[in-house]
């Protein structure tokens, strides 16, 4: 926050914090809300849930009193308790991606459909957003972010989901003239690619968390999604489809992510991977031709070279989200988007049991299929299906063996998916070079 605390006290001195409208009252969004509350410029004024006494409860549990709250609607009606300086809850999303009071939309639904609907819903009213749905920006998000800059707003991820931290690194080292040799985060369990909602469904009550995204945790779904973006702002390649998963420890980052003929795991440098160990951190490897440089680094105790880990032990989640909404507001800078030339990864389906004809899938965290990180060209070469267009509308065509990759061929898509159409406009962008 260095030069943004002074600049967003400004603005609550004067009267006129950033306005947060948030979609999403689960585990990401009660977290933002309750934190902005308490900061200073900031504010969240509007929450939008699809059981709008839960946006109300997330609302009360950020310690706003009852009387200062209204139910909305209708979007004008939410429009009208904004100006008169209510807080407002509502089930209706574009009472949030069209509202005029707001300066900034948060995406806190991980939700791939609803996502990519509310972001351009959103870019259309020309409102700045904020995803902290990474499932989503893994299957458009070069798409949304193109729309974003033709419409003079910014799309982006999230300070403090590990992709964002791991971009303020590789951004670090970068600006320093350090080479960047490898990014990546650490896993805090086993991979269970078999894990169902039905086996978390206890551990999910204790943590306050859904089932499902507590599976997408421990089948390494998420994990490769958050890959994946990391691959598609940098460039940077899958170290192997699937990734490594070796294990480390912070002092081992820099050992493990050497060539093999020197020693490490690496086939190439300029890869993305996860290490089990080092959870909840991310990292960033980096070298210098220079020798002075060596010197200085290993004097400073990052190890003994040639390569060395820059690691940052946590990450906060929805906590962090105000660092990306003052950079947003106050320095027109996103934290990650995907860089030009992207998609360069891609989270293809991979069935989680043996499937049968007429069956239908059921996505990210669920009971049929888990991801899986390969680049974007071998995904592509492959027909492998992206796991983010699958929803309980995605009917299986023929036999599919547990563990097999499964292709557009094998499936038929859900026809009314938003998101779907959004996909195809993409891959038509790319294959003319246009992204």
Not at 59 to 77: F, K, N
Not at 151 to 171: F, Q
Not at 346 to 372: F, M, N, Q
């Amino acid at each position: 926050m260095i030069g943004l605390t002074a600049a967003l006290l400004k603005r609550e001195e004067e009267g006129r914090p950033i306005a947060l409208g948030i979609i999403g009252a689960g585990q990401m969004g009660r977290g933002l809300v309750c934190q902005t509350v308490w900061m200073k410029g900031i504010t969240p004024r509007i929450v939008a849930d699809r059981h709008p006494q839960r946006a109300m409860g997330v609302l009360l549990a950020a310690g706003i009193p009852r009387e200062e709250i209204r139910l909305a609607a209708t979007p004008s009606q939410a429009e009208d308790w904004l100006a008169q300086g209510k807080y407002v809850a509502t089930d209706l999303a574009q009472a949030v991606t069209g509202c005029s009071q707001i300066d900034v939309v948060i995406d806190a639904t991980g939700n791939t459909e609803a996502g990519a609907r509310l972001a351009v819903d959103a870019i259309a009213a020309h409102r700045h957003i904020i995803s902290l749905n990474v499932e989503t920006d893994v299957v458009v998000g070069p798409l949304l972010h193109r729309m974003a800059q033709r419409e003079g707003v910014i799309y982006t991820g999230s300070a403090g989901d590990e992709p964002g931290a791991v971009m303020e690194l590789y951004d670090f080292a970068r600006a320093l003239g350090f080479q960047v040799l490898a990014l990546g985060k650490g896993k805090n369990n086993p991979v269970n690619r078999e894990c169902t909602p039905d086996m978390v469904e206890e551990e999910a009550a204790r943590k306050r968390m859904s089932p499902r995204m507590l599976t997408s945790f421990k089948d390494a779904s998420k994990t490769m999604v958050e890959l994946a973006a990391i691959s598609n702002a940098t460039g940077f390649l899958p170290a192997c489809p699937g990734g490594t998963g070796h294990p480390a420890t912070p002092d081992q980052l820099a050992s493990v992510y050497r060539l093999k003929e020197e020693g490490g795991i690496l086939d190439r440098y300029q890869v993305v991977d996860y290490v089990n160990g080092v959870a909840p951190g991310v990292y960033c490897i980096i070298t210098s031709p220079l020798e002075e440089v060596h010197r200085e680094v290993q004097y400073l105790l990052l190890g003994e070279g040639p390569n060395y880990a820059l690691y940052r032990p946590y990450h906060l989640a929805s906590l962090e989200t105000p660092v990306s909404v003052a950079r947003v507001v106050l320095q027109g800078e996103p934290s990650i988007v995907p860089a030009p030339g992207a998609p360069y990864s891609e989270v293809v389906t991979v069935a989680k049991r043996d499937l049968r004809p007429g069956e239908y899938l059921d996505g990210i965290g669920g009971y049929t299929a888990y991801g899986s990180l390969w680049s974007y060209r071998e995904a592509q070469a492959a027909g492998a299906l992206p796991l983010g267009l699958v929803n309980d509308r995605t009917r299986v065509k023929v036999p599919i063996p547990k563990g097999t990759t499964i292709t557009y061929s094998m499936v038929d898509l859900d026809p009314q998916s938003f998101l779907l159409r959004l996909r195809r406009e993409q891959e038509q962008l790319a294959a003319q070079g246009r992204l």
